[in-house]
């Protein structure tokens, strides 16, 4: 998951305009979910240098965040809630990622005739009525002086 996702569910989680969360405002709501965010970061294996640069604070500041963080029971805590929101969420995006290669995949294979080269499985039936139910043209075969059908 990149930082500007991770920044955006920490703006949602932490109930705080993305753009408070980037500003140099120093109120101790803003500060506070910075430093949550600063943890929440580091957690995915960002450096205190690239959080700095991303948050336009030097790497210094970013250490003595962390360490507030680590210090504050409640702070840590919403640091390791919010950790597992984007953990979950990184999956589910690499989860869509993942079905719709394999969509693609069994759509060409389709295309190519080579529909028994898929292997049988509900899914993948699944997936096959989708692409045939779907859209779909008929393109001319000039090897066979006929037509075919391709899905879309």
């Known amino acids: ?84 929101l984007c953990y979950d969420k990184d999956d589910e995006i690499e989860q869509r990622v993942q079905k719709r290669l394999l969509f693609d995949r069994i759509k060409r294979l389709i295309n190519e005739g080579k529909e028994g080269e898929i292997e049988n499985t509900h899914e993948n039936k699944e997936i096959i009525f989708k692409i045939k139910h779907g859209a779909q043209k008929k393109v001319p075969d000039y090897k066979h002086s006929t037509y075919r059908t391709i899905y879309l």
């Open 1 to 84: 998951m990149n930082m500007d996702m991770i920044i955006n569910e920490a703006s949602k989680y932490l109930n705080i305009k993305r753009d408070i969360l980037l500003s140099r405002d120093r109120t101790d709501k803003a500060a506070k979910a910075r430093q949550i965010l600063y943890k929440v970061l580091t957690m995915f294996g960002k450096t205190s240098t690239q959080i700095g640069e991303k948050l336009q604070r030097d790497h210094s500041s970013v250490i003595v965040g962390l360490g507030k963080v680590e210090r504050n029971e409640e702070l840590f805590n919403k640091a390791l809630y919010l950790y597992h």
